[in-house]
């Protein structure tokens, strides 16, 4: 990592120095400040999170609960109608009388009734204060069996995280190819510029001699307004490609995060021939499909799928677990009834088992079942369709190949064409209206041959990363 950081800075340096930049350096500057690069590394980072949490699941719980309540009445356990007034013998009367207050020399009075001090005590004593209740506790849960809810959401946590880690991976690729159009765009409208101004300078060379032949009086005027109208078109192409070299730099740095404001000068640019060369393409399908990052995706995808076919199957199936817990309250009664904070615990199982939901819970997983097997056609169909990509961009690659060799014909048959043109004009044996022909099938033979070369680059990289080579 170390030497990576290093290699990045020296290569920012490098890009400063206004240094050239190669179309590695373009790649790694792009994966580096791409945003949405950053999201897709941040997406895996949450896919993280959350295989982390699934496997919490595992695990016991601990939980702390606490409350408290304010009553505005106190608890009786004995209604006042139902207290029996206690009675003892009078010899004086020769009757049962109620207990007698020495003070009063009367029965005592409980709401309007006469009751004795002993029942009355018994009232008090089931009367509890009971208007402010506090309590607490702390609770541990183990699940033991959850009917594999937690096993396959395990499962699913882990393909998630394997499948943002592939985005991230064809993003890359994404950006990768971006950033290879980018790059050779610059170098074919650098080679494009070229081209323009040796244009220009034939057609200016093709008007100075006729200028010349129309002073001498063996050429026409219109015959000069015909040259002066290329030498105009010329100046015009050349400020098109210039304008168009400009804008397609500040692509590329916007591409790599650069600023726009400083011009990337490319390694490529300045060469007169990239030096394309034919690589016979063996293609295995097989190994196309373990490398294709989409594939792979679409593939875990499916096998989450079957595991959320497996969670809604789990909600049919009895689930148990392991419960304890340590509490407190005030008031407890414990030990009598108490305004203090009495202690205790408990320890023991719950098991939850289905047994009618009108068919709720069978038709989620039935529902879950087919949408599993909607992501198994999917993953057949893109597999015939990955197919039928490689195929055509193979395809397309040897036919780019094969225009690049036709327009090297062209271009040296358009180069001698040219020179015959040019000597028969100067032996007086050509018109200008020849050489001008002869210029324009020049430059039309040279153009093609830069865009054919340039086509050839793209369509291996397309190819690369349709059968997953492309490596970064």
Known sequence: MKKISFLLIALLFACSAGAEVSLDSCRHMALRNNKQMEIEQLKIERAGYQRNQAQAAYKPSIDFV????????EVSLIDIDNITPTQFFNPATGNYDFVIDAASGIGISVDGKYVSAATQKVKDALTF???NIFAAGILVTQPIYMGGKIKALNQITKYAEEIAQRLHDRKAEDVICDVDQAYWLVVSLKAKERLAESYLELVTNLDDDVKKMLKQGVTTQSTLLSVDVKVNEANIALTKVKNGLVLSRMALAQLCGEPLDEPMILVDENRSDLDV??????IDMSQVYDRRNDYNALELGVKVY???AKVARSEMLPTIAAVGSVFTSNPHV?????????FNYAIGAVVKIPLWHWGGLSNKYKEALVDAKIKHLEMDQAK???ELQVTQANFKYQEAFKTYEMTKANLIKADENLRVAQLGFREGMATSDDVLAAQTAWLMAHSEKIDAEIEVMMCNVYLAKVTGNLNY
Not at 334 to 342: H, P, R, S
Request: proline share 3%.
């Open 277 to 282: 060369e034919m690589h016979p393409k063996v």
């Open 334 to 342: 414990y030990n009598g009834f108490k305004n203090e904070f009495g």
């Open 384 to 386: 015939e369709m990955i």
């Open 66 to 73: 606490g409350t408290y309540l304010h009553m505005g009445r």
């Open 306 to 308: 079957d595991e959320k």
């Open 129 to 131: 204060d009971t208007r």
